[in-house]
């Protein structure tokens, strides 16, 4: 397990998009700011645009739908009694998460041979592949000594100049003596040393919102990486929390002069791999569509004034 010292948070690194915005999702009642919102917006403003203010649709991927089901069966798991949370008890949890998730034609689509002739992906593997992933979250905690206080919680705060964070913690632990613990479950492996400030960022938001919130500085911030089974934990200090806060409020009001201008740029890296847009993206010789000025405004953002910042 790794522990961390304090240290700044970059505005200008570089965040690896960690999934689109769900169509689907009922939007919040006027713009908010999330951890992967801003880390879009870090990454690609153009990309940020297409996610939260177009709301284009994203493919699903089988990596991102195993974390969801993997996250469905440890959220599941802390509703057995105490003595209950076992290997085994996890594991029959998979089907039951994986059963409601594939309701959805997305998800069993990608089960079927592509058009390009590749085969379809094995189905009974790739829940093995959980089933692993899920096996590896007991060699990191011991879920029957855990008592959460919540599970996938939403979290938010309006910041004195009408800033609202918004985000879903994994699990929150309440220690007797009101010690905050935030635990966040990765599907992937722990990063290296130079990516952990971004895996960290996500935190830092988390425990930002219930500073803000509660008056606590959480006393720890635990990733769990299933891929590896290894964890990073770090513990912030009030003065971070201040500093991380005008960073989201020196994104936040790069993303207002953004959307006053209609001008989100593209910003072309290696995880322009990863992204579904490039057809849209002039970067590789796409045009955007006009700016869905009417849709914004009715999202709340035409209300919100330009935040001028030294
Ligand atoms: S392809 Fe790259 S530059 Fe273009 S929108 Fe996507 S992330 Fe941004």
């Not at 940020?48 to 649709?57: E, K, S």
């Not at 299933?226 to 971070?240: F, K, R, S």
Request: hydrophobic fraction near 40%; charge should be negative.
């Amino acid at each position: 397990m790794t522990a961390l010292h304090p240290d700044p948070v970059s505005p200008t690194s570089l965040e690896v998009p960690e999934g689109p915005a769900d169509p689907s999702a009922p939007a919040p009642r006027r713009p908010s700011l999330s951890p992967s919102r801003a880390a879009d917006f870090k990454t690609c403003p153009l990309l940020y645009r297409f996610r939260t203010i177009d709301r284009l649709p994203e493919r699903k991927s089988l990596a991102a739908v195993r974390g969801t089901l993997v996250h469905t069966v440890l959220e599941k798991l802390y509703d057995l009694p105490a003595g209950e949370r076992t290997p085994d008890a996890a594991r029959e949890l998979l089907a039951p998460a994986w059963e409601e998730l594939s309701a959805d034609p997305a998800v069993t689509e990608l089960f079927q041979a592509a058009e390009t002739g590749e085969p379809a992906p094995s189905l009974d593997q790739w829940l093995v592949s959980a089933g692993k992933l899920v096996d590896a979250y007991f060699s990191l905690e011991d879920p029957t000594r855990i008592q959460p206080e919540g599970r996938e919680q939403l979290v938010e705060v309006t910041l004195p100049d009408g800033l609202l964070l918004r985000g879903f913690v994994d699990r929150l632990d309440v220690a007797r003596n009101g010690a905050l613990r935030v635990v966040d479950y990765k599907t992937g492996s722990m990063p290296r040393e130079a990516f952990e400030s971004k895996a960290l960022f996500q935190m830092k938001f988390y425990a930002l919102v219930l500073w803000r919130t509660r008056g606590v500085v959480a006393s720890q911030l635990k990733l769990l990486y299933l891929g590896d089974g290894d964890a990073l934990t770090y513990a912030p200090d009030e003065g971070e929390l201040v500093r991380f806060e005008r960073t989201l409020q020196a994104i936040w009001a790069a993303i207002e002069r953004a959307v006053a201008t209609q001008d989100f740029r593209p910003n072309r890296t290696r995880l322009c791999d990863w992204c579904d847009h490039q057809a849209l993206c002039p970067s590789f010789g796409g045009t955007p569509p006009p700016f869905p000025a009417e849709a914004a405004a009715a999202a709340g953002w035409a209300t919100l004034p330009i935040v001028e910042r030294d």
